[in-house]
């Protein structure tokens, strides 16, 4: 495939449950290598867009493909980190399993290889845990855990890499750890992810997606951010955006920042 070519590309995209639309009528590329964030108000398809991606469900009308094929076909090549595990803590596992959960659907039968186990820890140390194979996955902070599902996802050899608020709830400084962790990946990754830390990621950033039941995506040279005086609300401004304005907020350009919310 051409290396030039978007790794993805949305024709025509509608997406609902029963009577309720919640994505219409999507047309985005998104270029190979980019490093593009989703904003949106609350409700407004976020996190369904990356569930489209995934292949977790299927558009209504209109096509998704993604590196070449349909989300389902390519789904080894794709990395997934949800905000969060649903996790029986009572449940003993390591963080060596949780990793290794990643290598699942690239080795369905059978125990797990030796080359299986050295991929789980060379992702370990490329997300800043060498040594913590061993540990019980329960006693993790919000933010090692965090990284331990960054490891799990970096385990199956992506191309592709989905995020959804991976700094949420987290305190700054876990937060910051894993963004410059994300900008290293993006070196060999391309990387799409929702976050309300718009100025967090914004230096690096390549494209902003603005997403409220439509859709449209800008390189990041294009936006301006306004961080408000106390810090806790950021706008985003882009004059020609066609995403309709409403929803939770007066804009789709209108951000709760949850980077002073949670230290």
Known sequence: MNSDSPIISLDGVCFGYEQREIL????????????????????????????LLTGRVEPRHGTVPVLGGRPADVRRRIGYVPQSLNFDTAFPASVLDIVLMGRVDSHLFGPFRRRDKQIALDCL?????????????????????????????????????????????????????????????????????????????????????????????HPIGEVSTTAFANGDWLRLFHESCPVAHGGAYSSPHDQEDCHKQHH
């Open 24 to 51: 219409h009528d999507l047309h985005l590329q998104i270029p190979r290598g980019s490093f593009t964030v989703i904003v949106g108000p609350n409700g407004s398809g976020k996190t369904t867009l990356l569930h």
């Open 125 to 217: 140390k490329r997300t800043g845990l060498e040594g913590f194979a061993d540990r019980p996955f329960a006693c993790l902070s919000g933010g090692e855990r965090q990284r331990v599902l960054m490891a799990q996802a970096l385990a199956s050899q992506p191309e592709l890499l989905l995020l959804d608020e991976p700094g949420a709830n987290l305190d700054v400084t876990s937060s910051q750890t894993i963004y410059s962790l994300l900008k290293e990946l993006n070196h060999s990754l391309t990387i799409i992810l929702v976050s309300h830390n718009l100025h967090t990621v914004e230096s690096f950033a390549t494209h902003v997606i603005c997403i409220n039941h439509s859709a449209d995506i």
